[in-house]
């Protein structure tokens, strides 16, 4: 009796390729050949003429022998060797694991490569987690479920998205600044099929700062940009960030690969698809403190902090006070020069870019309007001095007003409006949506149409 061969241990797959299914099948023959002394040479011409190889060793998958065909092989071919033969069980195990393969992959998967598909499946998840902004810990969750399926996926978040691992950041003397960078996303968004008008990108920007945590002084100072010239709605988006315990100093380094960026850019434009792109500054958005702190002027609170009068303030009852009304007009041109001295602390490192330091610079609405003069009549009218006090019935009409208003309110504004006498209970940030409704609210009392000025804005 001759030996039996050892079964071959291949791992399962469930896509072989046919570069693989020939390696193997080669290999069951080479053993069969090697076996001497427990199987005979086959003769050629016998084997051509069976059911198990008829011109490549691909139709071993297809037409597969039962034993009594392979037995008569044997006894043929051992017309002329005296060595009984065994059954060819290594081919046997081969055409089972290839047949079941077969039932269940379509025929038209057998030649794909798996670490093509697998490459595939990375490229799309990588743009799923991105575009919807999936938490790392989730996208590491699921690669671990498709790892064992997929072994040429990741493990981790971080090296399916390709993290880097180390940043080329911009040390400061209060922290470190990354710049991301504005040609770059300028020419993703035309890439993505924005479109502006006139071939000109009018560009609005955004500096400000932001606390992390409570319980540390830690905070970041991004610089934003907003395409206003676009016919397709675009988000704002990041040029650089700092990161820091205090305001990025100094400001020329913080802004310094962002003023050499734009000029460049407002010189030569921006140069695509032989399409050469105009970019111009719309506006400077920022709150009070971060328009003081880039234009290097006195704060909101001095005695010279105006930006659109030089007039000098005089302190009353614990409040700076600006008497005048015919005050001489701030201008760019007053602005380079410098002709209120003390209006100014320094040279702001954005006269580089030759941006008017009073005309693009808006005042926000928000805080100077809402937070600022509606907040203080509001303070005026419930609680303040008896000559300009509202009565208690106007107050709770108002009141009444508010709650009306507070059933129309959608429910993606978070600050819904409430009873005016409330709004002293709560701490300070907590009343600042009031100031939104009560505009329109006030305007129907006779009293406040004769001393207000909010009746001119009717």
């Known amino acids: 009796m001759c030996t039996m061969s050892q079964r071959s241990s291949y791992k399962t797959k469930e896509i072989v390729g046919t570069r693989q299914i020939y390696r193997r099948v080669q290999k069951a023959l080479q053993r069969l050949n090697e076996n001497k002394e427990t199987i005979c040479p086959v003769n050629r011409n016998n084997l051509a003429n069976t059911n198990i190889i008829e011109h490549s060793p691909l139709n071993l998958l297809h037409d597969r022998s039962d034993e009594n065909d392979s037995s008569s092989i044997c006894s043929q071919s051992s017309q002329n ?3 009984q033969i065994c059954p060819p069980i290594e081919i046997e195990l081969i055409s089972e694991n290839i047949d079941e393969h077969m039932e269940s992959t379509p025929p038209e998967t057998l030649c794909t490569n798996p670490n093509e598909n697998d490459d595939n499946l990375a490229i799309k998840l990588r743009s799923w987690a991105t575009v919807g902004k999936v938490p790392h810990s989730s996208v590491t969750s699921l690669l671990g479920i498709l790892h064992p399926l997929h072994p040429q996926l990741p493990l981790c978040s971080k090296t399916l998205l390709k993290t880097p691992v180390t940043l080329n950041t911009l040390p400061l003397d209060t922290g470190e600044y990354y710049h991301f960078g504005l040609t770059k996303t ?16 009018l560009l609005s920007f955004n500096i400000d700062g932001l606390p992390l945590y409570r319980s540390t002084n830690t905070q970041i100072w991004p610089i934003l940009c907003l395409t206003k010239s676009s016919s397709s709605i675009i988000s704002p988006f990041p040029i650089g960030i700092f990161l820091g315990d205090s305001k990025p100093k100094p400001l020329d380094t913080y802004l310094k690969n962002f003023i050499e960026e734009l000029s460049l850019l407002i010189t030569n434009g921006l140069n695509l698809f032989d399409v050469t792109y105009k970019i111009k500054i719309h506006s400077f958005i920022c709150d009070a403190p971060a328009r003081a702190f880039i234009k290097c002027i006195k704060s909101h609170g001095g005695y010279s902090c105006c930006e659109r009068c030089m007039e000098s303030g005089d302190y009353v009852n614990g409040k700076v006070v600006y008497k005048g009304i015919n005050a001489t007009r701030r201008t760019d041109k007053s ?31 928000l805080h100077n309007i809402c937070l600022g003069v509606m907040r203080k009549l509001l303070h005026t009218w419930i609680s303040g001095n008896l000559k300009v006090r509202l009565n208690s019935q106007l107050v709770t009409t108002l009141s009444q007003k508010l709650i009306l208003i507070k059933l129309h309110i959608p429910t993606e504004i978070n600050r819904k ?15 600042y949506g009031i100031e939104y409704y009560v505009y329109n609210a006030t305007l129907s009392f006779t009293c406040v149409r004769r001393y207000s000025v909010l009746w001119l804005f009717r």
């Open 81 to 83: 060797c005296d060595i």
């Open 186 to 201: 300028l020419h993703n968004l035309i890439l993505d099929g924005a479109r502006f008008d006139n071939n000109t990108i």
């Open 335 to 365: 602005f380079v020069l410098q002709s209120d001295e003390d209006h100014h602390l320094g040279m702001s490192p954005l006269l580089k870019l030759s941006v008017g330091m009073v005309s693009q610079f808006p005042i926000d609405y």
């Open 417 to 431: 409006p409430r009873k005016l006498l409330n709004m002293f209970v709560k701490h300070v940030e907590q009343i």
